[in-house]
Protein backbone atom coordinates (compact mmCIF):
# COMPACT_ATOMS: atom_id res chain seq x y z
CA UNK A 1 0.00 0.00 0.00
CA UNK A 2 1.11 3.63 -0.29
CA UNK A 3 0.83 6.13 2.17
CA UNK A 4 -2.62 7.19 0.93
CA UNK A 5 -3.63 3.63 1.09
CA UNK A 6 -2.48 3.58 4.32
CA UNK A 7 -4.47 6.17 6.08
CA UNK A 8 -7.72 5.07 4.27
CA UNK A 9 -6.66 1.33 5.34
CA UNK A 10 -6.13 2.69 9.01
CA UNK A 11 -9.40 4.89 9.46
CA UNK A 12 -11.36 1.53 7.81
CA UNK A 13 -9.84 -1.45 10.10
CA UNK A 14 -9.39 0.87 13.09
CA UNK A 15 -12.55 3.71 13.35
CA UNK A 16 -11.43 6.77 14.29
CA UNK A 17 -13.58 8.86 17.20
CA UNK A 18 -13.04 11.74 14.47
CA UNK A 19 -14.81 10.16 12.05
CA UNK A 20 -17.42 7.81 13.57
CA UNK A 21 -17.32 9.28 17.26
CA UNK A 22 -18.73 7.25 20.15
CA UNK A 23 -18.12 3.95 18.79
CA UNK A 24 -14.62 4.10 17.95
CA UNK A 25 -13.74 4.73 21.79
CA UNK A 26 -12.54 2.21 23.56
CA UNK A 27 -12.46 1.97 27.24
CA UNK A 28 -8.66 0.44 29.02
CA UNK A 29 -5.45 -0.12 28.38
CA UNK A 30 -5.47 -4.00 27.19
CA UNK A 31 -5.21 -3.31 23.97
CA UNK A 32 -2.20 -0.62 24.22
CA UNK A 33 -0.49 -2.59 26.77
CA UNK A 34 0.06 -5.34 24.59
CA UNK A 35 0.91 -3.06 21.38
CA UNK A 36 3.36 -1.76 23.80
CA UNK A 37 5.04 -5.17 25.07
CA UNK A 38 4.84 -5.90 20.70
CA UNK A 39 7.07 -3.11 20.14
CA UNK A 40 9.73 -3.31 23.34
CA UNK A 41 7.96 -0.90 25.40
CA UNK A 42 9.02 2.01 23.34
CA UNK A 43 7.66 4.67 25.92
CA UNK A 44 10.57 3.64 28.12
CA UNK A 45 13.55 4.93 26.12
CA UNK A 46 12.51 8.62 26.55
CA UNK A 47 11.53 11.15 29.00
CA UNK A 48 7.97 12.69 28.36
CA UNK A 49 5.49 15.24 29.51
CA UNK A 50 1.56 14.30 29.86
CA UNK A 51 -1.21 16.96 29.09
CA UNK A 52 -4.75 16.86 29.83
CA UNK A 53 -7.44 18.99 30.07
CA UNK A 54 -10.92 20.31 28.21
CA UNK A 55 -9.63 22.85 26.83
CA UNK A 56 -6.04 24.43 26.04
CA UNK A 57 -4.42 21.19 26.12
CA UNK A 58 -2.51 21.33 22.39
CA UNK A 59 -1.49 24.69 23.05
CA UNK A 60 -0.25 24.20 25.93
CA UNK A 61 1.59 20.76 24.43
CA UNK A 62 2.82 22.86 21.90
CA UNK A 63 4.32 25.57 23.78
CA UNK A 64 5.58 23.63 25.86
CA UNK A 65 7.80 21.35 23.05
CA UNK A 66 8.69 24.87 21.24
CA UNK A 67 9.96 25.60 24.78
CA UNK A 68 12.27 21.86 25.25
CA UNK A 69 13.42 22.29 21.45
CA UNK A 70 15.02 25.93 21.51
CA UNK A 71 16.55 24.57 25.09
CA UNK A 72 18.38 22.25 22.66
CA UNK A 73 16.77 18.92 23.25
CA UNK A 74 15.05 16.74 20.43
CA UNK A 75 11.49 16.61 21.49
CA UNK A 76 8.66 14.51 20.43
CA UNK A 77 5.09 16.24 20.50
CA UNK A 78 1.97 13.48 20.29
CA UNK A 79 -1.34 15.47 19.91
CA UNK A 80 -4.73 14.68 18.66
CA UNK A 81 -6.78 15.65 15.85
CA UNK A 82 -4.93 16.71 12.71
CA UNK A 83 -6.21 19.35 10.79
CA UNK A 84 -5.07 18.78 7.77
CA UNK A 85 -2.98 15.45 7.60
CA UNK A 86 -2.44 12.89 9.95
CA UNK A 87 1.18 13.28 10.13
CA UNK A 88 0.40 16.26 12.08
CA UNK A 89 -0.25 14.05 15.08
CA UNK A 90 3.66 12.39 15.34
CA UNK A 91 6.29 15.02 15.00
CA UNK A 92 9.87 15.26 16.27
CA UNK A 93 11.03 18.98 16.40
CA UNK A 94 8.52 19.96 15.03
CA UNK A 95 8.62 17.72 11.66
CA UNK A 96 6.04 15.61 10.64
CA UNK A 97 6.50 11.86 10.96
CA UNK A 98 7.64 10.77 7.17
CA UNK A 99 4.86 9.01 5.23
CA UNK A 100 6.99 6.11 4.49
CA UNK A 101 7.67 5.34 7.89
CA UNK A 102 3.48 5.31 8.44
CA UNK A 103 3.39 3.08 5.45
CA UNK A 104 6.48 0.53 7.17
CA UNK A 105 4.87 0.73 10.59
CA UNK A 106 1.29 -0.45 9.10
CA UNK A 107 2.77 -3.25 6.84
CA UNK A 108 5.14 -4.68 10.00
CA UNK A 109 2.68 -4.49 12.37
CA UNK A 110 -0.74 -5.14 10.74
CA UNK A 111 -0.89 -9.06 11.48
CA UNK A 112 -0.16 -8.66 15.10
CA UNK A 113 -2.38 -5.59 15.81
CA UNK A 114 -5.53 -7.07 13.46
CA UNK A 115 -6.09 -9.67 15.72
CA UNK A 116 -6.82 -6.89 18.65
CA UNK A 117 -9.36 -4.82 16.86
CA UNK A 118 -7.62 -1.49 18.51
CA UNK A 119 -9.32 1.91 17.50
CA UNK A 120 -7.44 4.13 15.49
CA UNK A 121 -6.36 6.02 18.43
CA UNK A 122 -4.83 3.31 19.90
CA UNK A 123 -3.20 2.95 16.45
CA UNK A 124 -1.90 6.06 16.47
CA UNK A 125 -0.34 6.23 20.02
CA UNK A 126 1.69 2.64 19.36
CA UNK A 127 2.90 4.35 16.33
CA UNK A 128 3.92 7.49 18.10
CA UNK A 129 5.80 5.99 20.73
CA UNK A 130 7.67 3.30 18.51
CA UNK A 131 8.73 6.49 16.05
CA UNK A 132 9.81 8.26 19.07
CA UNK A 133 12.10 5.91 20.16
CA UNK A 134 13.45 5.12 16.56
CA UNK A 135 14.09 8.64 16.00
CA UNK A 136 15.89 8.65 19.72
CA UNK A 137 14.01 11.90 21.14
CA UNK A 138 15.07 13.22 24.47
CA UNK A 139 11.67 13.78 25.39
CA UNK A 140 7.91 13.49 24.42
CA UNK A 141 5.35 15.93 25.15
CA UNK A 142 2.34 13.91 24.94
CA UNK A 143 -1.24 15.17 24.53
CA UNK A 144 -4.61 12.66 25.97
CA UNK A 145 -6.42 11.78 23.41
CA UNK A 146 -9.80 11.49 25.74
CA UNK A 147 -10.04 11.69 29.36
CA UNK A 148 -6.82 10.75 31.23
CA UNK A 149 -7.60 7.22 33.57
CA UNK A 150 -7.86 5.61 30.78
CA UNK A 151 -6.64 6.80 27.75
CA UNK A 152 -4.15 5.01 26.05
CA UNK A 153 -1.09 7.56 26.61
CA UNK A 154 -2.00 7.01 30.09
CA UNK A 155 0.99 4.23 30.18
CA UNK A 156 3.57 6.49 30.67
CA UNK A 157 5.42 7.65 33.92
CA UNK A 158 6.05 11.00 32.96
CA UNK A 159 8.54 13.77 34.53
CA UNK A 160 5.82 16.20 34.94
CA UNK A 161 1.77 16.06 34.89
CA UNK A 162 -0.48 18.78 33.19
CA UNK A 163 -3.88 19.22 33.65
CA UNK A 164 -5.18 22.28 32.00
CA UNK A 165 -8.61 22.82 32.94
CA UNK A 166 -12.01 21.00 33.18
CA UNK A 167 -15.54 22.01 31.74
CA UNK A 168 -18.16 19.78 30.07
CA UNK A 169 -17.33 17.94 27.25
CA UNK A 170 -17.16 14.20 26.14
CA UNK A 171 -19.70 13.56 29.54
CA UNK A 172 -21.13 10.40 27.93
CA UNK A 173 -17.81 8.85 28.51
CA UNK A 174 -16.29 10.82 31.74
CA UNK A 175 -18.99 11.96 33.57
CA UNK A 176 -21.83 14.69 33.87
CA UNK A 177 -20.17 16.61 36.61
CA UNK A 178 -17.63 18.61 36.98
CA UNK A 179 -16.16 16.30 39.91
CA UNK A 180 -16.48 13.14 38.06
CA UNK A 181 -14.95 14.62 34.64
CA UNK A 182 -11.67 15.46 36.88
CA UNK A 183 -11.68 12.28 38.34
CA UNK A 184 -11.04 11.08 35.32
CA UNK A 185 -8.41 13.72 34.43
CA UNK A 186 -7.00 13.24 37.26
CA UNK A 187 -5.99 9.56 36.61
CA UNK A 188 -2.76 11.31 35.00
CA UNK A 189 -1.03 11.99 38.53
CA UNK A 190 1.84 9.65 39.41
CA UNK A 191 3.43 8.84 42.23
CA UNK A 192 5.82 11.08 43.22
CA UNK A 193 5.01 13.23 39.71
CA UNK A 194 4.57 17.13 40.07
CA UNK A 195 1.51 17.96 38.44
CA UNK A 196 0.26 21.57 37.48
CA UNK A 197 -3.30 22.65 37.10
CA UNK A 198 -4.52 25.46 35.25
CA UNK A 199 -8.01 26.21 36.27
CA UNK A 200 -10.10 24.79 38.77
CA UNK A 201 -13.56 25.58 40.30
CA UNK A 202 -14.36 24.28 44.05
CA UNK A 203 -15.49 20.91 42.88
CA UNK A 204 -12.57 20.23 40.86
CA UNK A 205 -10.06 22.05 43.15
CA UNK A 206 -10.72 19.45 45.74
CA UNK A 207 -10.45 16.08 43.47
CA UNK A 208 -6.92 17.59 42.06
CA UNK A 209 -5.53 18.02 45.61
CA UNK A 210 -6.83 14.70 47.46
CA UNK A 211 -5.69 12.70 44.36
CA UNK A 212 -2.23 14.59 44.54
CA UNK A 213 -2.01 13.80 48.04
CA UNK A 214 -2.93 10.29 47.96
CA UNK A 215 -0.18 9.82 45.16
CA UNK A 216 2.11 11.69 47.16
CA UNK A 217 2.63 13.78 44.12
CA UNK A 218 3.58 17.64 44.43
CA UNK A 219 0.95 20.23 43.53
CA UNK A 220 0.84 23.48 41.85
CA UNK A 221 -2.13 25.79 40.56
CA UNK A 222 -1.36 27.82 38.10
CA UNK A 223 -4.40 30.33 38.99
CA UNK A 224 -3.39 31.06 42.31
CA UNK A 225 -0.42 33.72 40.75
CA UNK A 226 0.60 35.39 37.69
CA UNK A 227 3.59 34.36 36.68
CA UNK A 228 5.06 37.95 35.00
CA UNK A 229 7.16 37.51 31.49
CA UNK A 230 7.87 40.10 28.89
CA UNK A 231 6.90 37.99 25.91
CA UNK A 232 5.06 38.49 22.35
CA UNK A 233 3.01 35.55 22.59
CA UNK A 234 2.61 33.90 19.31
CA UNK A 235 -1.14 32.38 20.20
CA UNK A 236 -3.30 35.45 20.09
CA UNK A 237 -6.57 34.35 21.56
CA UNK A 238 -7.44 35.82 24.43
CA UNK A 239 -7.85 32.35 26.43
CA UNK A 240 -4.38 32.02 25.69
CA UNK A 241 -3.50 33.78 28.66
CA UNK A 242 -4.49 31.32 31.07
CA UNK A 243 -2.65 28.51 28.63
CA UNK A 244 0.52 30.64 28.76
CA UNK A 245 0.44 31.23 32.46
CA UNK A 246 -0.13 27.56 32.78
CA UNK A 247 2.96 26.74 30.90
CA UNK A 248 5.19 28.83 32.80
CA UNK A 249 4.20 27.39 35.80
CA UNK A 250 5.29 24.52 34.46
CA UNK A 251 9.05 25.28 33.27
CA UNK A 252 10.20 25.05 37.40
CA UNK A 253 9.34 21.47 37.93
CA UNK A 254 10.19 20.75 34.44
CA UNK A 255 13.59 21.93 34.54
CA UNK A 256 14.36 20.53 38.14
CA UNK A 257 13.22 16.76 36.47
CA UNK A 258 15.67 17.71 33.88
CA UNK A 259 18.78 18.54 35.88
CA UNK A 260 18.36 15.92 37.71
CA UNK A 261 18.72 13.97 34.59
CA UNK A 262 21.79 15.68 34.21
CA UNK A 263 19.88 18.15 31.29
CA UNK A 264 21.32 22.38 31.97
CA UNK A 265 19.96 24.98 30.10
CA UNK A 266 22.13 28.38 29.81
CA UNK A 267 19.89 31.42 29.37
CA UNK A 268 16.84 29.83 29.93
CA UNK A 269 14.41 33.11 30.23
CA UNK A 270 15.74 34.37 26.75
CA UNK A 271 15.21 30.78 25.29
CA UNK A 272 11.67 30.45 26.73
CA UNK A 273 11.18 34.04 25.32
CA UNK A 274 12.16 32.91 21.98
CA UNK A 275 9.93 29.93 21.97
CA UNK A 276 7.30 31.31 22.95
CA UNK A 277 7.49 33.85 20.03
CA UNK A 278 7.60 31.67 17.39
CA UNK A 279 5.36 28.33 18.95
CA UNK A 280 3.57 28.02 15.46
CA UNK A 281 6.68 27.85 13.53
CA UNK A 282 8.48 25.72 15.73
CA UNK A 283 5.83 23.37 16.12
CA UNK A 284 3.16 23.60 13.13
CA UNK A 285 0.55 24.20 15.15
CA UNK A 286 -2.65 25.90 13.09
CA UNK A 287 -6.04 26.56 14.26
CA UNK A 288 -6.04 28.42 17.09
CA UNK A 289 -6.92 32.01 16.40
CA UNK A 290 -5.10 32.50 13.10
CA UNK A 291 -5.09 35.16 10.66
CA UNK A 292 -5.51 33.58 7.18
CA UNK A 293 -6.03 37.03 5.34
CA UNK A 294 -5.99 40.79 5.92
CA UNK A 295 -8.35 41.93 3.31
CA UNK A 296 -10.49 41.09 4.22
CA UNK A 297 -9.91 39.81 8.00
CA UNK A 298 -10.30 35.94 7.67
CA UNK A 299 -9.77 34.47 10.52
CA UNK A 300 -10.10 31.01 11.97
CA UNK A 301 -10.43 28.94 15.63
CA UNK A 302 -10.86 25.51 16.62
CA UNK A 303 -12.84 26.46 19.66
CA UNK A 304 -15.82 24.02 19.67
CA UNK A 305 -17.08 24.00 23.10
CA UNK A 306 -19.25 26.40 25.44
CA UNK A 307 -16.24 27.23 27.33
CA UNK A 308 -13.87 28.18 24.37
CA UNK A 309 -17.08 30.09 23.02
CA UNK A 310 -17.15 32.34 26.22
CA UNK A 311 -13.84 33.26 25.25
CA UNK A 312 -14.40 33.29 21.58
CA UNK A 313 -17.68 35.24 21.64
CA UNK A 314 -16.31 38.39 23.76
CA UNK A 315 -12.66 38.17 21.27
CA UNK A 316 -14.64 38.12 17.88
CA UNK A 317 -16.91 41.11 18.78
CA UNK A 318 -13.86 43.14 20.22
CA UNK A 319 -12.29 42.42 16.65
CA UNK A 320 -15.04 43.50 14.66
CA UNK A 321 -15.37 46.76 16.66
CA UNK A 322 -12.11 47.17 16.42
CA UNK A 323 -11.88 46.94 12.82
CA UNK A 324 -14.30 49.35 12.32
CA UNK A 325 -12.80 51.69 14.28
CA UNK A 326 -9.56 51.03 11.96
CA UNK A 327 -11.86 51.51 8.83
CA UNK A 328 -13.93 54.51 10.12
CA UNK A 329 -17.06 52.70 8.56
CA UNK A 330 -19.59 49.66 9.26
CA UNK A 331 -17.86 46.50 9.15
CA UNK A 332 -20.16 43.22 8.86
CA UNK A 333 -19.16 40.13 10.68
CA UNK A 334 -19.91 37.02 8.58
CA UNK A 335 -19.70 33.69 10.67
CA UNK A 336 -18.80 30.66 8.57
CA UNK A 337 -20.40 28.35 11.64
CA UNK A 338 -21.09 24.04 12.33
CA UNK A 339 -20.83 21.61 14.83
CA UNK A 340 -20.38 18.11 15.59
CA UNK A 341 -23.16 16.00 17.42
CA UNK A 342 -21.61 15.41 20.89
CA UNK A 343 -21.54 19.29 21.66
CA UNK A 344 -24.24 21.43 23.31
CA UNK A 345 -25.37 23.32 20.31
CA UNK A 346 -27.95 25.12 22.04
CA UNK A 347 -26.28 26.39 24.62
CA UNK A 348 -23.10 27.68 22.20
CA UNK A 349 -25.93 29.01 19.70
CA UNK A 350 -27.58 30.92 22.49
CA UNK A 351 -23.90 32.91 23.33
CA UNK A 352 -22.71 33.46 19.35
CA UNK A 353 -22.51 37.21 18.25
CA UNK A 354 -26.07 38.60 17.65
CA UNK A 355 -25.06 41.30 14.66
CA UNK A 356 -23.46 38.71 12.06
CA UNK A 357 -24.43 37.48 9.19
CA UNK A 358 -24.08 33.38 8.86
CA UNK A 359 -23.05 30.69 6.50
CA UNK A 360 -24.26 27.63 8.07
CA UNK A 361 -22.12 24.84 7.13
CA UNK A 362 -21.00 21.42 8.13
CA UNK A 363 -17.63 19.44 8.01
CA UNK A 364 -17.02 16.34 6.06
CA UNK A 365 -17.29 14.02 8.88
CA UNK A 366 -20.39 11.73 9.94
CA UNK A 367 -20.50 13.19 12.98
CA UNK A 368 -21.33 16.52 12.21
CA UNK A 369 -24.48 17.96 12.80
CA UNK A 370 -26.31 19.05 9.00
CA UNK A 371 -26.29 22.60 8.02
CA UNK A 372 -30.08 22.75 8.06
CA UNK A 373 -30.13 21.84 11.66
CA UNK A 374 -27.93 24.22 12.96
CA UNK A 375 -29.70 27.17 11.09
CA UNK A 376 -33.13 25.72 12.69
CA UNK A 377 -31.36 25.83 16.20
CA UNK A 378 -29.41 29.26 15.76
CA UNK A 379 -32.50 30.79 14.05
CA UNK A 380 -34.25 29.89 17.67
CA UNK A 381 -32.01 32.31 18.73
CA UNK A 382 -31.89 35.65 16.44
CA UNK A 383 -29.24 34.88 14.22
CA UNK A 384 -30.25 34.56 10.59
CA UNK A 385 -27.87 33.30 7.49
CA UNK A 386 -27.99 30.90 5.13
CA UNK A 387 -27.27 27.17 4.67
CA UNK A 388 -24.29 25.63 2.72
CA UNK A 389 -23.78 21.63 2.37
CA UNK A 390 -19.78 22.12 2.97
CA UNK A 391 -17.30 24.42 4.63
CA UNK A 392 -15.83 24.55 1.04
CA UNK A 393 -19.46 26.40 -0.30
CA UNK A 394 -20.06 28.64 2.95
CA UNK A 395 -16.40 30.35 3.03
CA UNK A 396 -16.75 31.14 -0.58
CA UNK A 397 -19.99 32.63 0.24
CA UNK A 398 -18.70 34.70 2.58
CA UNK A 399 -16.11 35.73 0.64
CA UNK A 400 -17.69 36.51 -2.66
CA UNK A 401 -20.55 38.96 0.14
CA UNK A 402 -17.18 40.69 1.68
CA UNK A 403 -15.95 43.50 0.92
CA UNK A 404 -12.13 44.15 2.16
CA UNK A 405 -12.99 45.89 5.06
CA UNK A 406 -15.24 42.84 6.61
CA UNK A 407 -14.39 40.45 9.00
CA UNK A 408 -14.73 36.73 8.53
CA UNK A 409 -15.04 34.11 11.42
CA UNK A 410 -14.80 30.30 10.47
CA UNK A 411 -15.16 27.85 13.06
CA UNK A 412 -17.59 26.21 15.78
CA UNK A 413 -15.79 22.72 15.53
CA UNK A 414 -12.16 21.85 14.77
CA UNK A 415 -14.02 19.68 11.84
CA UNK A 416 -14.97 23.10 10.10
CA UNK A 417 -11.59 24.64 10.65
CA UNK A 418 -10.15 21.03 9.06
CA UNK A 419 -12.03 21.36 6.42
CA UNK A 420 -11.16 25.17 5.76
CA UNK A 421 -7.56 24.41 5.79
CA UNK A 422 -7.79 21.32 3.72
CA UNK A 423 -9.67 23.22 0.86
CA UNK A 424 -7.62 26.82 1.34
CA UNK A 425 -6.02 27.62 -1.62
CA UNK A 426 -2.68 29.67 -1.02
CA UNK A 427 -4.74 32.71 -0.78
CA UNK A 428 -2.02 35.67 0.15
CA UNK A 429 -2.40 39.67 0.77
Keep these: MNYNETIEYLYNAAPAFTKVGAVAYKEGLDNTLSLDEHAGHPHRHFLTVHVAGTNGKGSCSHSLAAILQECGMKVGLFTSPHLVTFRERIRVNGEMIPKEYVVEWVAKNREFFEKLSPSFFELSTAMAFEYFRDMAVDIAVVEVGLGGRLDCTNIITPLLSVITNISFDHTQFLGNTLAEIAREKA ?27 ERNASIVFAEDSVIPLDVDYELKGTYQTKNLNTVLHCLLPLARALKERGFRVKDATGKVRTALTHVCKTTGLQGRWQTILHEPLVICDTGHNVAGWKYLTKQIAETAEKRRLERGKD ?12 KDIDTVTGILPRNATYYFTQASTHRAIPA ?3 MEKAKAHGLHGSCHDSVEKAYCAARQASTADDVIFVGGSSYVVADFLSNLKEETD
Excluded at 331 to 342: A, E, S
Design 372 to 374: QRV
Design 187 to 213: GIIKPGVPVVIGETTEETREVFTRTAA
Design 331 to 342: VTLRMVFGMVDD
